[in-house]
């Protein structure tokens, strides 16, 4: 019905003939004529305006989504790069309780990797009275793991390093490592109290490098 008095306007506007039978009885003079037609117009261009920003709309999550898959791309490339590691080795300003910390840091880590670079700068700083400063890599790091010294690799609550010697030659230090009860145990350390002491022993070689001559667990305290 709303489609016929609107067709209806139209043709009386520019007197076209058109037979329209309402089913309602409605008078209309020219001014609500007019009007009806403005409303006509003013809804077309609504209409207009909505179809245009729903398809701006559409365009700009097309571009998006490009966009997206376009970074999703460049972050897959980034991480097939080879990841960047940094490895400590002895230079001349490095002094040993400096190393000792790094060490430790190293292998408290709950992270495997940064726990193995722990490993790798003992080794790196093994001085060559040290029974293993010859011995492969892979030897070092499996006796490690594998004695009661993997109690250095994250098998601690916490820490504290003190230093019972130093002079120009020598350093010793003891790391102070709280545990529990059940480490110990499973560790085979024979202790009550949860404490271990990891002695170490540093020198200076003739290029006065600061180097490990040993980190032994030391049950006499």
């Not at 085979?188 to 600061?210: A, E, V």
């Amino acid at each position: 019905m709303i489609f016929s008095k609107q067709l209806a306007l139209i043709c009386l506007y520019f007197n076209l003939s058109y037979t329209y039978k309402p089913i309602m009885n409605f008078s209309l003079d020219r001014k609500t004529f007019v009007f009806g037609l403005g409303v006509l117009a003013i809804n077309k261009v609504n209409a207009l305006q909505g179809y245009y920003v729903s398809n701006e709309y559409k365009r700009l999550i097309n571009e998006a989504n490009k966009l997206k898959a376009i970074f999703d791309e460049h972050k897959k490339n980034i991480n097939k790069l080879p990841k960047l590691s940094f490895e400590l080795k002895p230079t001349k300003t490095l002094e040993p309780e400096y190393i000792l910390t790094y060490i430790i840091k190293k292998l408290e880590s709950k992270n495997e990797e940064i726990k193995n670079e722990g490993i790798k700068t003992i080794y790196n700083f093994l001085s060559n009275t040290n029974m293993f400063k010859n011995k492969p890599f892979v030897f070092f790091n499996n006796m490690l793991k594998n004695t009661k010294y993997n109690i250095l690799l994250g098998n601690f609550e916490t820490y504290n390093i003190n230093k019972i010697e130093l002079n120009d030659k020598n350093a010793i230090y003891d790391v102070k490592l709280y545990t529990n009860y059940k480490q110990m145990l499973i560790n085979n350390i024979q202790d009550d109290d949860g404490i271990i002491y990891i002695r170490c022993l540093f020198s200076k070689d003739n290029n006065d490098f600061w180097l490990l001559d040993g980190m032994f667990i030391n049950e006499m305290k």
